[in-house]
């Protein structure tokens, strides 16, 4: 079973830096990490990914402004968040696969006020 801590995130300007951080449990063979954001009203929608290997992937909003990655140990996963704007207000999730299964941190708030 892989549990996902989140860490990071709160309240910051329009304009400003974040830093959210999630370690996975300390097992073998976790693959592609990810974060992942809910506004209220919205869906869940991807915002950036990275594999085992470094390769990423973002979402169109956040590219250029958000930055994923991966630790040395492979099981943490940091999203450096600068430039933010107020649509970036949302409950942000962490998200790893492992053997084809997927795991879900509990989310965390981040709020930016204009």
């Known amino acids: 079973q892989v549990q996902l801590v989140e860490s990071g995130g709160g309240l910051a300007q329009a304009g400003g830096s974040l830093k959210l951080s999630c370690a996975a449990t300390?097992?073998?063979?976790?693959?592609?990490m990810g974060w992942y954001r809910q506004a209220p009203g919205n869906q869940r929608e991807l915002v950036a990914t990275?594999?085992?290997?470094?390769?990423?992937n973002y979402a169109e909003a956040v590219k250029v402004r958000f930055t994923i990655s991966r630790e040395k140990d492979k099981n943490t996963v940091i999203l450096q968040m600068n430039n933010l704007k107020s649509e970036d207000t949302a409950v942000y999730y962490c998200?790893?696969?492992?053997?084809?299964?997927?795991?879900w941190g509990k989310g965390i708030l981040v709020t930016v006020s204009s």
């Open positions: 998200k790893a696969i492992r053997y084809g299964v997927e795991y």
């Open positions: 300390r097992i073998p063979s976790i693959g592609t």
């Open positions: 990275i594999t085992t290997s470094g390769t990423t």
